[in-house]
Nanobody, 120 residues
Framework: VPLQASGGGLVQAEGSLRLSCEAS????????MGWFRQAPGKEREFVAT????????ALKNSVKGRFTISRDNAKNTVYLQMNSLKPEDTAVYYC??????????????WGQGTLVTVSS
């Protein structure tokens, strides 16, 4: 399923951004959606995931209380609301779609990534 991520940009520390990831196709609600990020020189890491219905979510510990994942199945879109951003949140953020909730990178489909830069 093609995924198109957007919403990245440059923001000052303590600022907010909302990332969006739109999927094509009619089966969006059947997919678990995830957000991952990759900072320069580092491996890709899990950020958040949400079940197909939206009723179950999981977040990386360091973003709990600051980030929220949600989805709108009518719009085939998953969101990552990021508040109180820190310079260490700087990374390329990727959305992904897969069959089960997991914090590993075991997702079937990946978007192209959107860059988030947080200045201090």
């Amino acid at each position: 399923v093609p995924l198109q991520a957007s919403g990245g940009g440059l923001v000052q520390a303590e600022g907010s951004l909302r990332l969006s990831c739109e999927a094509s196709g009619r089966t969006f609600s059947s997919y678990v959606m995830g957000w991952f990020r990759q900072a320069p020189g580092k491996e890709r890491e899990f950020v958040a995931t949400i079940s197909g219905s939206g009723g179950r979510t999981a977040l990386k510990n360091s973003v709990k209380g600051r980030f929220t994942i949600s989805r709108d199945n009518a719009k085939n879109t998953v969101y990552l609301q990021m508040n109180s951003l820190k310079p260490e949140d700087t990374a390329v953020y990727y959305c992904a779609a897969g069959p089960v909730i997991t914090v590993t990178a075991n997702y079937d489909y990946w978007g192209q990534g959107t860059l988030v830069t947080v200045s201090s």
